[in-house]
């Protein structure tokens, strides 16, 4: 079983990580150091979601894939200082970036045990994020990662749906900004990187010529307030 965490954690290091963790799973591997994804198989379609919950991680995993892999695709202005965030080493061999790619498939593990069925016969997962984080200790473990590392992959599941009730409110004033900034310090990076591609990976499959050019700038207006606004980092 230490050889698959390794063989997973190794995974989270490499450009590919998803295409590791799918073939992880075709090995019947996956489920032997993360049991909770048979039941992420079973649930989450819904009328936001047309894939089981354990296929839309993997998705929003690839969909992370490119913002980290694109060069590009972010302004100039944040690029670089959106690199120097995710190559921060956290503890030897593991830099944010392995675990923003760690959150990013577990950002929806608390799913099966929020799930609700209304009278219609239509899934609610209200309340997922507190879930899945408050499920972290137990997920991980084994896996013997820092506390400062499980503080980050903590922020990241329990913050994902940040960036998208920013765009729901269509509310980023100043105050509700540097409120979220205060919360979330660095950690605002990935949260909004995790959140977009949340979001992006699910409305793929239902609008398949969507143009996602105004959530990357609700994102990148974000990113930018706290790199040249915010005073108090």
Same mark, same amino acid.
């Given at each position: 079983?230490?050889?698959?965490? =390794?063989?997973?954690?190794?995974?989270?290091?490499?450009?590919?990580? *998803?295409?590791?963790?799918?073939?992880?799973?075709?090995?019947?591997?996956?489920?032997?150091?993360?049991?909770?994804?048979?039941?992420?198989?079973?649930?989450?379609?819904? =009328?936001?979601?047309?894939?089981?919950?354990? !296929?839309?991680?993997?998705?929003?995993?690839?969909?992370?894939?490119?913002?980290?892999?694109?060069?590009?695709?972010?302004?100039?202005?944040?690029?670089?200082?959106?690199?120097?965030?995710?190559?921060?080493?956290?503890?030897?061999?593991?830099?944010?970036?392995?675990?923003?790619?760690? *959150?990013?498939?577990?950002?929806?593990?608390?799913?099966?045990?929020?799930?609700?069925?209304?009278?219609?016969?239509?899934?609610?997962?209200?309340?997922?994020?507190?879930?899945?984080?408050?499920?972290?200790?137990?997920?991980?473990?084994?896996?013997?990662? *820092?506390?400062?590392?499980?503080?980050?992959?903590?922020?990241?599941?329990?913050?994902?749906?940040?960036?998208?009730?920013?765009?729901? *409110?269509?509310?980023?004033?100043?105050?509700?900004?540097?409120?979220?900034?205060?919360?979330?310090?660095?950690?605002?990076?990935?949260?909004?990187?995790?959140?977009?591609?949340?979001?992006?990976? !699910?409305?793929?499959?239902?609008?398949?010529?969507?143009?996602?050019?105004?959530?990357?700038?609700?994102?990148?207006?974000?990113?930018?307030?706290?790199?040249?606004?915010?005073?108090?980092?």
């Amino acid at each position: 079983m230490d050889k698959l965490r =390794k063989k997973f954690i190794d995974a989270l290091k490499e450009r590919n990580t *998803s295409e590791i963790i799918m073939d992880m799973d075709k090995r019947k591997e996956l489920e032997k150091i993360f049991p909770h994804i048979i039941e992420m198989k079973k649930i989450g379609k819904c =009328k936001f979601h047309t894939v089981d919950s354990f !296929t839309h991680s993997i998705n929003a995993l690839k969909e992370l894939e490119c913002e980290l892999n694109t060069d590009g695709f972010f302004p100039s202005h944040l690029e670089k200082l959106i690199k120097e965030d995710m190559d921060t080493e956290i503890e030897p061999g593991i830099n944010k970036r392995a675990l923003l790619r760690l *959150s990013a498939f577990l950002h929806d593990i608390g799913k099966p045990r929020a799930m609700t069925v209304d009278e219609n016969g239509e899934a609610h997962f209200k309340g997922h994020e507190y879930i899945g984080a408050e499920m972290l200790d137990d997920v991980l473990k084994d896996f013997n990662l *820092s506390m400062e590392a499980m503080k980050i992959v903590y922020t990241y599941v329990r913050y994902h749906m940040t960036l998208l009730e920013f765009y729901i *409110s269509n509310d980023l004033n100043i105050d509700l900004l540097y409120n979220t900034f205060r919360n979330l310090k660095k950690e605002i990076i990935g949260t909004m990187m995790i959140g977009y591609a949340d979001v992006v990976s !699910t409305r793929r499959l239902i609008f398949e010529n969507e143009d996602y050019g105004v959530l990357e700038i609700y994102m990148d207006y974000v990113l930018t307030s706290y790199y040249y606004r915010f005073k108090e980092k």
